[in-house]
């Protein structure tokens, strides 16, 4: 299995522009996560899809960020207008989710985004 | 709300020595514990997950400890060898309503030939 897959690696855009991150899923996962890592605050949840279905996008900071899931084997993470302090990685995680509270989650390689 | 703490932020110790990374988290609420290690440009791998009615986990030269009750947990890393040099990063599972994984900002590992 190639694991999660996410494009691009590395993104570089000016303050302004919409920036778009793919994630391509493991085969047969019906969970995928989106985080943004930064030095001070570290892995946050930003939004994570069950079965296609947004479950839970409390960690979204604003109305600038949105994510969609049209069908189980790719999602996208877009930011439109982007500015400085969106500059992060960016990781996509997937799990199977069955029964019980948790599934072991594997992430992407990332994408790092740096807005000037 | 829960916060997980990892100290130290960094280390750095000569190959072979044997060491503990620290991880403490404010509620007791969890359903599990998460040890995952993170390369420079690479995604999270997970390395051990102690269930909240587990006291340890092994796995080869890595063994996680979990006192839920005061809210600690522990890495140790035995034989330590350059490869092991990486962010070693600690997440709780959140049990209530607040169910997603809460992260520690991570401790960054150096193991010296």
């Known amino acids: 299995d190639a694991g999660v897959i996410q494009s691009p690696r590395h993104e570089v855009t000016e303050m302004g522009q919409e920036v778009t991150l793919r994630c391509k899923p493991i085969?047969?996962?019906?969970?995928l996560f989106w985080y943004r890592q930064t030095m001070m605050r570290g892995l946050e949840l930003l939004i994570y899809?069950?079965?296609?279905?947004?479950?839970?996008d409390s960690g979204m900071p604003e109305d600038r960020f949105s994510a969609k899931m049209p069908n189980a084997s790719f999602s996208t993470l877009k930011i439109q207008p982007s500015e400085p302090r969106d500059s992060a990685v960016y990781f996509c995680?997937?799990?199977?989710?069955?029964?019980?509270?948790?599934?072991?989650?594997?992430f992407g390689p990332g994408t790092r985004l740096t807005v000037l | 709300k829960q916060e997980v703490t990892q100290i130290p932020a960094a280390l750095s110790v000569p190959e072979g020595e044997n060491l503990v990374l620290n991880c403490s988290f404010t509620d007791s609420a969890i359903y599990n514990l998460q040890w995952f290690r993170q390369d420079p440009g690479k995604g999270l791998t997970s390395l051990l997950l102690i269930q909240s009615s587990q006291r340890e986990q092994t796995s080869g030269r890595l063994n996680a400890s979990l006192d839920k009750s005061s809210g600690r947990s522990t890495l140790y890393i035995a034989a330590s060898q350059p490869g092991d040099s990486a962010t070693y990063l600690c997440a709780v599972f959140n049990a209530g309503n607040n169910r997603k994984l809460i992260w520690g900002l991570g401790t960054s590992l150096a193991v010296n030939p």
């Open positions: 899809f069950n079965n296609n279905v947004p479950i839970d």
């Open positions: 995680a997937s799990s199977l989710r069955t029964s019980g509270s948790y599934n072991e989650q594997f």
């Open positions: 085969s047969g996962h019906n969970s």
